[in-house]
């Protein structure tokens, strides 16, 4: 079985700074795209940021220039740094990965449970 756990989120002010990490465990052969979404109250679920098994990233053009997505292959985790953080970035922030589990078998999606982040002074 494949688990994504995400940890990092909590209560910051605003212009303050957090790091979410997802770390993906299991049965895994490889794992292709990563990518964050978050989820406000009321709002659908929505891309933050996504990041390629060769690094290429692309940004929403909500948080472009304030947060970073990175991701370490050898420990199979993803992370999120994220900048300047406004109330607007408050959500339910979830990951997800495109993970073969074995060699020529297909690619699935997974993702984690969430973490929350609330940005409030």
């Known amino acids: 079985q494949v688990q994504l756990v995400e940890s990092g989120g909590g209560l910051v002010q605003p212009g303050g700074s957090l790091r979410l990490s997802c770390a993906a465990s299991?049965?895994?052969?490889?794992?292709?795209?990563m990518a964050w979404y978050r989820q406000a109250p009321g709002k659908q679920r929505e891309l933050v940021a996504r990041?390629?098994?060769?690094?290429?990233?692309n940004y929403d053009s909500s948080v472009k220039g304030r947060f970073t997505i990175s991701r370490d292959n050898a420990k199979n985790t993803v992370y999120l740094q994220m900048n300047s953080l406004i109330p607007e970035d408050t959500a339910v922030y979830y990951c997800n990965a495109n993970i073969r589990k074995v060699s020529n078998q297909p690619v699935y999606l997974y993702w984690g449970q969430g973490t929350q982040v609330t940005v409030s002074s």
């Open positions: 990041i390629g098994s060769g690094g290429d990233t």
């Open positions: 299991g049965s895994i052969f490889s794992i292709y795209t």
